[in-house]
């Protein structure tokens, strides 16, 4: 009986486990999926962005190294544009190339001036591939 009871209460909680959105699960220390998912275009216009698994993969990478990131600046990384699929980059005229069709890019903001931050990133010694700030939205796009 008692075996009986353990496995069903086992059940559950499996149950209950796979029905906590899997965009909600952590994919480093400081990031989620769905940080790295969310999109307004895409919800806009009714599209789900949603990674493959080779995209899902240069997201956790992307995050590992976004960790590092917010390591060196010491304050929180607000994300505003990370993966984009097909339609959404589409929608948002993004390059066919870019880095965030692949989930190797990330735009960002953080509380006070980003123009400082390559300077603490060079400090730290994070090695990316591009970093861009866009003053007038106070916003940095790096890619890996």
């Not at 919800?43 to 997201?59: F, T, V, W």
């Not at 400082?116 to 090695?127: E, F, M, R, T």
């Amino acid at each position: 009986m008692i075996k009986k009871i353990i496995l069903v209460l086992a059940m559950l909680l499996c149950i209950s486990c796979s029905s906590v959105e899997m965009k909600d699960r952590k994919i480093s220390k400081y990031f989620t999926l769905k940080e790295a998912t969310h999109s307004s275009t895409a919800k806009r216009y009714g599209i789900k962005n949603i990674p493959n698994s080779s995209e899902y993969k240069n997201i956790v990478y992307t995050a590992t190294r976004m960790d590092e990131v917010r390591k060196a600046l010491k304050t929180r990384v607000y994300v505003t544009s990370w993966y984009r699929n097909k339609k959404v980059n589409r929608k948002v005229k993004g390059s066919s190339e870019s880095y965030h069709r692949k989930g190797l890019a990330v735009d960002f903001k953080i509380k006070g001036k980003a123009k400082y931050i390559k300077k603490k990133l060079d400090k730290a010694k994070i090695s990316y591939d591009q970093l861009i700030y866009y003053p007038r939205q106070n916003r940095l796009h790096i890619s890996f």
